[in-house]
C-alpha cells in the first residue's frame, strides 16, 4: 500500500516538474504549481478512510497492484499493437521537431506521457488500457492544428479528424 502511494505521488511530482520545466505557460505560474505540489504530498501524508484502505488492501491482496516496478516485459511484444498509436505519435512529433514545425517540447511531452503511463501501469494487473493515450493523441492534435492554422481547413481538416478517432473508440 505504501509503495503505491508513493509510485502515484513520485509521477505527480514528477509531471508537475516536468510541465513547469519544459511547457512555458505552466513555468510562468510555477508559483501556482508550486501549491499544486504542495497538494500532492499532503495527500500522500493524508490518512484514509479505513474502509477505503480495506478495499485497496483486498485488491492488493488479491493480486489487482504489483509490489514492484517490473512492467512485464515479455507481455509488451502481445501489446505492439495497443502501443502503435504511441510510437506513431512520437514518430511524427520527432519528424515535426526535426522539420522546424514544432519545438523539442513536443516529442519530449509525448515520451514522457508514454513513459508515465507504463510506470503507473506496471503498478497494476490489467494487461491493456493506458488511458494516456487519449492525451498524447490531443496534445499532436493542439500542434498540428497550430501549426496548420492558416492552412485551408479542407485540407487539414481530415488529418485532424483522423487523429480524433483514438479517442473516440477509447
Same mark, same amino acid.
Given at each position: ?14 509531471t508537475v516538474a516536468f510541465a513547469v520545466l519544459f511547457q ?21 501524508? /493524508? #490518512? =484514509?478512510?479505513? @474502509? ?9 491482496? &488479491?493480486? *489487482? ?18 502501443? /502503435? #498509436? =504511441?510510437?506513431? @505519435? ?9 522539420? &522546424?514545425? *514544432?519545438?523539442l517540447r513536443l516529442p519530449l511531452t509525448i515520451a514522457f ?49 483522423a487523429l480524433l478517432v483514438f479517442p473516440f473508440f477509447a
Amino acid at each position: 500500500m505504501f509503495y503505491l502511494k508513493i509510485t502515484y505521488f513520485a509521477v505527480g511530482l514528477a509531471t508537475v516538474a516536468f510541465a513547469v520545466l519544459f511547457q512555458p505557460h505552466v513555468g510562468r505560474r510555477w508559483p501556482a504549481w508550486l501549491a499544486v505540489c504542495a497538494l500532492v504530498i499532503a495527500n500522500a501524508f /493524508a #490518512p =484514509y478512510s479505513q @474502509a477505503y484502505l480495506n478495499d485497496i488492501l483486498g485488491a492488493a491482496q &488479491g493480486g *489487482a497492484i504489483q509490489s514492484n516496478a517490473d512492467p512485464a516485459p515479455q507481455e509488451l511484444p502481445c501489446r505492439v499493437g495497443e502501443y /502503435a #498509436p =504511441y510510437f506513431a @505519435a512520437f514518430v511524427v512529433a520527432c519528424w515535426m521537431w526535426f522539420t &522546424g514545425r *514544432a519545438s523539442l517540447r513536443l516529442p519530449l511531452t509525448i515520451a514522457f506521457l508514454f513513459a508515465a503511463a507504463l510506470f503507473l501501469l506496471s503498478q497494476n494487473t490489467q494487461s491493456s488500457g493506458l488511458p494516456s493515450t487519449i492525451v498524447i493523441v490531443l496534445v499532436l492534435y493542439d500542434q498540428l492544428r497550430t501549426h496548420f492554422a492558416d492552412a485551408r481547413a479542407r485540407d487539414i481538416g481530415p488529418l485532424l479528424l483522423a487523429l480524433l478517432v483514438f479517442p473516440f473508440f477509447a
